[in-house]
């Protein structure tokens, strides 16, 4: 059985979470919600309206975690997804969290991340000579970390699936999936 993994915390947005959670259920794999700790988290909604220069935040789902990250044995699962929202600004200062990711890109395993994960990534030290899309306003921040830029819907860097935004679920997911499976074959 497929395991994977998904990494994220109140504010994490709610179709970057649900969509991917939802999906690799579809695929047959068993999926674990990780977060900084093991309780119902509140997700919410970034959308695009007319008049603002940059996206609006409303509530989202409720979603129980599994376990908090101090619980997390990275072995057991063979891929990793990391979603967006505001949940990365915070969960990249949780020891456990850069423990997790770093296990992920020690092992070369699959890992998916979108929007704001970067962020994330650049604590956790993986992002320096890596390629990586992100929501566009992350640029500086991508570029700052070591890494290299891309706008684009499916970014792949090796291990790595990247992608902009939510709008970019169907590419994104479509990669992450190929990589996994060929991952799993071997």
Known sequence: M???LILTGDAGESLE?????????????????AAPEKKK????????????????????YKLQADLAFKDVDPSKYDAL???GGRAPEYIRNNKDFIRIVRYFFEKNSP???LCHAPLALAAAGVLKGRTTAAYPALEPDV???????????????????SAR?????????????KLLKEKVKK
Not at 17 to 33: A, C
Not at 143 to 161: C, E, K, M, S, Y
Not at 165 to 177: K, Q, S, T, V
């Open 2 to 4: 497929v395991r994977v």
């Open 17 to 33: 979470v649900m969509y991917p959670l939802q999906r690799m259920k579809e695929e047959g794999f068993e999926v674990d919600v």
């Open 41 to 60: 988290i509140q997700l919410v909604v970034h959308d695009f309206e007319e008049g603002f220069d940059t996206y609006t935040e409303k509530l989202g």
């Open 81 to 83: 997804i990391i979603p």
């Open 111 to 113: 890992v998916a991340e």
């Open 143 to 161: 570029i700052g970390a070591g890494g290299r830029f891309v706008d684009g819907a499916a970014v792949i860097d090796g291990n790595l699936v």
């Open 165 to 177: 935004a939510w709008p970019d679920h169907p590419e994104w997911m479509r990669a992450f999936i």
